[in-house]
């Protein structure tokens, strides 16, 4: 679905396996089928059901018209589990929340060292298959950021899955929104070449969802 042809064109923020704010706030998105949804990335860790999410977005995929792009947290359990060659920073998976990832998947004595035998093929898959960015007409999508005055298509992956303040406390200089997760904000950051939608759902806080063509807030609280 086309950026044209969608009516409402909604991004949401990192779930970091918050399963239950997951679940509330598509309720109060209400989605329909002539919506366009992109997940900014970051589906896993910190939160405790990560699992669950994961299957909640592929049963979703499946419903509804839906972009998911990869966030950091993805890219370290790939490079973390030797899935990757183009991942970086599995060393710190473990250290970055990826305990509780695979409590979700094998019970409080799983580590992540069971994580390669304990998730699904299919949950593999959906992660293999995330993108880096999205684009549109209007709005650019990836997790961290870019890189202010380099033309979209010259954006490196690694910038766009970790980049921070050397993005988002400099004007792009480009002609579309950037929206982006990565960084929690305390409130959905809305400005005229970017748009940041963290609010800490992965410290426990709020997740947060955006309609870009309006503005409009979807939010819940854990």
């Not at 366009?36 to 699992?51: C, P």
């Not at 710190?92 to 998947?105: F, I």
């Not at 410290?203 to 807030?217: C, M, Q, R």
Request: aromatic share 14%; hydrophobic share 35%.
């Amino acid at each position: 679905m086309s950026e044209q042809n969608c009516k409402r064109l909604i991004a949401i923020g990192d779930i970091h396996g918050q399963y239950d704010m997951l679940v509330d706030l598509m309720n109060k998105i209400q989605p329909e089928d002539d919506d366009l949804f992109v997940f900014i990335g970051d589906y896993i860790d910190r939160g405790y059901n990560s699992a669950e999410v994961i299957d909640y977005l592929i049963d979703f995929k499946k419903e509804y018209n839906a972009i998911f792009i990869k966030g950091n947290h993805e890219d370290m359990l790939m490079d973390f589990l030797g899935l990757d060659k183009k991942a970086l920073f599995g060393s710190s998976y473990p250290s970055n929340g990826g305990e509780y990832t695979a409590m979700s998947y094998g019970g409080p004595s799983a580590t992540v060292n069971d994580l390669s035998h304990l998730m699904p093929e299919e949950h593999f898959e959906f992660i293999k298959n995330t993108q880096i960015s999205y684009e549109t007409n209007n709005y650019f999508f990836c997790h961290g950021g870019i890189i202010p005055g380099i033309p979209f298509k010259e954006q490196k992956r690694d910038t766009m899955l970790w980049i921070r303040y050397q993005f988002f406390e400099y004007p792009t200089g480009l002609d579309k929104v950037v929206v982006f997760g990565h960084t929690p904000q305390q409130k959905v950051r809305i400005e005229s070449d970017k748009i940041g939608i963290d609010t800490g759902a992965g410290y426990f806080k709020k997740l947060s969802a955006i309609d870009v063509f309006t503005n409009k807030i979807y939010q819940v609280r854990y």
